[in-house]
């Protein structure tokens, strides 16, 4: 028979086979790859090491709680335990007999609620149906059912009767099965509570323990939609919103999706992210003012809170070194395409402006606290209108009277660079910088130099001295009474930098070469009466007599030292002319500008460039100037700059910053506000003008801090801190108090006091502050700020005059009565005193020797001066009584660090 031929084929149907077998395992790999990529998360990782870590922490906390507990209390009470239990073995046929009768009592007792509860049910029902029928159809027709009532009644009332009595017979025979079982059960709780904390950490170690169903099942891949462990952790903030342009959706963060640890304590030793956030009583903690559940993280650190990988959260490093190992470990790079990456780990207390707006000091925000100083010493509110900085006064001296201070020679020298005069001043560099500093630039600038300072000086007010020719004093006392009395705490003698000063020591002017500065009879005169010179300052009076002023003076006076730069080109008349020219064809066509120039002789041409000057560059914003009452400022309005995109930022022709980081762009302008002209063609009126301060790195990172607190604003009125009277004192005081720089001298709210640092012992600087409101009555404080009087007549530290008007006064009275939370109506303190305790009192007074430190009339002699105490005689008009008590229960309570005694720590036992 013939071989039979198979069907012919196009192709090998076996080599096809093959292919096909091969691909069905490619693509088997493939989606087993697939299926593996989607679950492998490097969050899942996390959270596996920190289960890890959970376990080991728990099992250290529960050797750590072990250890804490007294072994010699715990085994008394084991013994105790014992032996009761051998009382009760003892007894053991009573204890049985007791609880037989219990039994029978408890069950006989059940019986009778529940006949009493069904009766009290019966009659009820009843009486409702009698009272029923009595109201609709009378007296007469509800007798036969109010009769059956007053049955059901007495009755209950027998019920109740027998059920009082079984209740009482049972409670008898607790009380006498106690007396031999009670013992062990009330030691046997104390037991439990000094081991209280041991048993929940053995819970938790139950909990924690590793097994094979929870560690593995329950979170394998394609089963663990179920129930697993190792999920991602996430808070939806309906009270903390994201503005996504066209409306607001609630905040979502999945941050503690890797951050497990951070709103739990016992962490604080462990890297990121298994560490413990800082300050858990503020931020995040569940019994905080910010929890997490509440508060979440992005709204404060920024960044994308929906993400659950590193690169794409945003992160932000804190330095080249952490930046350089993210990019080895993470692949880490800055973030294109989000617009809010989040903000380096000093930065974060910027974020505190989104809830507490307008606010000049933010309890316990200390780098937005320093920052906001920063800015307002800058003066940077002046030129740029800021919210919350409206009504500050301008930032730098009256130059309306500019003639009978100064001259135009030191002017000149002065304002062609500041630093050089002055190394903590705060004035800015207008000229020289770097769009300006070229040869052909030098004569343009010392044109304009000239140019301004002419116009001031032509423009100057007479200003007669009050005293004329001021007699000469000792330097020597004058500089004792500069560096005793208070002056530095507002000004700077000895340090060379701002930074090293802080912007608290650098809120009056610097003192250095002041001698060079102006004369001998205008510092007389204002040392002696600021207000004379300038109405408006700020500069206190300190009360001096002639001779202190006079030598003050004369130490001011002699602070003289070579400094300065010289001029650095002699320009022309014709110079002088090109630049009027210029500065007139950018508001007139060409031909009209020359006429103009042409008609005008050299002085109006100097006084009339001066004019153009001070107006390009802003002078006048932080000056008083005559002929600029109303002009506006010139900058850019910075009210919500920190919520502006990176995109908005002209990053010009500078390559060596990343252009997706605005942060960057604010150092960088700060370092050199004109950075932004290198490489462009630009005519002089067209360059940048912002002045150069020469920040200090540290100054850069307060003021761009300060920078990004300006945000928009967003946030719902329920993410507000809530708003009560309180709060308003509060906020208007701590204005009033760092504007004035209280803080320069005393500590209030835990800030300030850097006058005490230049103090030998803080005993014998100015007083904290913070219990002011509880410790003096309110009318004496009005009378005190209005004139102050001697308190400590030992310290060569005085409280100065501010001369504040009757708001404002106000103003410090409610805002001290906030911080002690004492708000209320004005109070008569009558101190009765009784016939009888008057001999103990002065009895307790002398056994106490309160007078060996305290005042009274005369200062002690024998007495260390840090010893002494304020003058008692001043008690009943000055201080509170109830305070006063709170003080001598525990005055370390109040005053931290004090030397008063605790006569009765343990008050009330031994008051």
């Known amino acids: 028979m013939a071989e039979k031929k198979g069907v012919g084929h196009a192709y090998n149907v076996d080599f096809l086979n093959v292919v096909f077998a091969a691909s069905s395992v490619f693509l088997f790999l493939s989606v087993v790859w697939m299926v593996w990529d989607d679950y492998d998360r490097q969050w899942k990782n996390t959270q596996r090491e920190f289960a890890q870590l959970e376990y080991k922490v728990t099992q250290a906390s529960l050797q750590q709680a072990s250890r804490s507990v007294d072994s010699n209390k715990l085994a008394q009470l084991q013994a105790q335990q014992a032996r009761a239990r051998k009382n009760v073995q003892a007894n053991q046929a009573k204890v049985d007999d007791f609880e037989k009768q219990l039994k029978d009592v408890e069950a006989r007792a059940f019986r009778e609620q529940q006949d009493a509860n069904f009766a009290k049910a019966t009659y009820d029902h009843d009486r409702y149906e009698f009272e029923a029928i009595r109201a609709e159809k009378g007296d007469a027709a509800a007798e036969k059912k109010g009769q059956h009532v007053r049955e059901e009644e007495a009755q209950l009332a027998q019920l109740n009767l027998a059920l009082e009595t079984t209740l009482s017979k049972r409670a008898d025979l607790q009380k006498q099965l106690g007396g031999y079982t009670g013992l062990v059960a009330t030691i046997q709780k104390q037991i439990e509570e000094m081991k209280a904390e041991q048993g929940r950490l053995r819970k938790r170690l ?15 891949p394609l089963l663990d939609f179920m129930a697993p462990t190792i999920k991602v952790q996430q808070v939806i903030l309906p009270n903390v919103v994201d503005d996504v342009n066209f409306t607001k959706v609630p905040k979502m963060d999945r941050c ?47 960044g994308m809170g929906q993400s659950v990988s590193f690169r794409d959260t945003a992160h932000a490093p804190s330095s080249d070194k952490q930046k350089e190992d993210w990019e080895k470990r993470y692949h880490w790079e800055q973030p294109h395409l989000w617009d809010y990456p989040m903000l380096p780990a000093k930065m974060t207390e910027a974020s505190c402006a989104k809830c507490h707006k307008q606010q000049v000091y933010v309890p316990k925000a200390d780098q937005l606290n320093v920052a906001y100083a920063t800015y307002e010493r800058a003066g940077c509110y002046a030129c740029h209108k800021t919210r919350g900085f409206e009504t500050v006064r301008k930032p730098g001296p009256i130059l309306t009277r500019i003639d009978s201070k100064l001259t135009p020679d030191w002017v000149k020298t002065w304002i062609r660079n500041p630093r050089a005069v002055k190394p903590t001043t705060w004035m800015p560099r207008i000229w020289y910088n770097s769009n300006s500093s070229s040869p052909q630039d030098a004569v343009r600038n010392e044109v304009e130099i000239n140019a301004a300072v002419a116009y001031l000086f032509a423009n100057s007010e007479k200003h007669e001295l009050a005293v004329k020719s001021p007699p000469r004093g000792d330097a020597a006392n004058g500089q004792k009474i500069v560096r005793s009395i208070g002056c530095l705490g507002c000004h700077v003698l000895d340090e060379k930098t701002r930074l090293e000063a802080g912007p608290r020591r650098t809120f009056g002017q610097p003192l250095q070469n002041v001698g060079s500065k102006t004369t001998y009879e205008w510092i007389y005169n204002w040392v002696r009466d600021p207000k004379h010179y300038s109405p408006d300052t700020y500069m206190p009076n300190l009360r001096l007599t002639d001779t202190q002023v006079a030598d003050v003076a004369t130490f001011l006076s002699g602070l003289k030292q070579a400094g300065g730069d010289t001029a650095k080109a002699t320009p022309d008349q014709k110079a002088m002319d090109d630049v009027l020219l210029d500065y007139y064809k950018a508001n007139m066509p060409f031909e009209d500008a020359k006429a103009a120039v042409a008609k005008l002789d050299p002085q109006a041409k100097q006084v009339t460039l001066g004019q153009r000057v001070i107006s390009r560059y802003g002078c006048y914003s932080c000056h008083q100037i005559k002929g600029f009452e109303s002009t506006q400022p010139i900058g850019t309005e910075l009210s919500e700059e920190g919520s502006k995109l990176v995109s908005r930022l002209d990053f010009a022709f500078i390559s060596d910053i990343p252009h997706t980081s605005k942060l960057s762009w604010f150092r960088t302008k700060l370092h050199d506000p004109r950075i932004f002209d290198r490489g462009r063609v630009l005519l002089p009126l067209d360059k940048l003008r912002m002045p150069n301060w020469d920040f200090a790195d540290d100054e850069i990172a307060r003021l761009t801090t300060a920078i990004m607190s300006f945000q928009r604003d967003i946030q719902p009125a329920q993410a507000m801190p809530a708003k009560s009277a309180r709060t308003d004192y509060l906020g208007q005081g701590r204005s009033l108090v760092h504007r004035r720089n209280c803080v320069g001298c005393h500590i209030i709210e835990g800030d300030g006091g850097d006058f005490l640092k230049l103090v030998s012992d803080p005993s014998l600087g100015p007083p904290m502050l913070t219990p002011e409101g509880g410790r003096v009555q309110s009318d004496w404080l009005y009378a005190f700020l209005r004139g102050p009087i001697t308190i400590r007549p030992w310290l060569d530290v005085r409280m100065p005059t501010f001369g504040l008007d009757d708001q404002n006064l106000n103003g410090v009275i409610t805002y001290f009565a906030a911080v002690s939370n004492t708000i209320g109506p004005f109070k008569t303190h009558e101190v009765v005193t009784a016939s009888n305790n008057a001999a103990a009192a002065k009895q307790l007074f002398e056994l106490l020797k309160c007078q060996q430190c305290h005042v009274l009339g005369t200062i002690p002699k024998d007495q260390p001066t840090a010893n002494l105490a304020p003058d008692l005689r001043m008690t009943t008009e000055r201080l509170n009584p109830d305070w006063i008590l709170d003080w001598l229960k525990k005055p370390s309570d109040i ?6 005694p605790a006569y009765w720590p343990d008050y009330p036992k031994s008051f």
């Open 256 to 302: 503690q999706t890797c951050h497990l640890a951070i709103d739990k304590k016992g962490y604080e030793k462990y890297p990121q992210p298994f560490t413990t956030h800082p300050n858990l009583s503020t931020y995040v903690g569940s019994d905080s003012p910010h929890p997490l559940d509440q508060i979440g993280c992005t709204v404060c650190h920024e």
């Open 895 to 900: 005053l931290p660090g004090t030397r008063m």
């Open 206 to 220: 139950d909990v924690l323990a590793p097994s094979a169903v929870k560690d593995y099942f329950r979170n394998a």
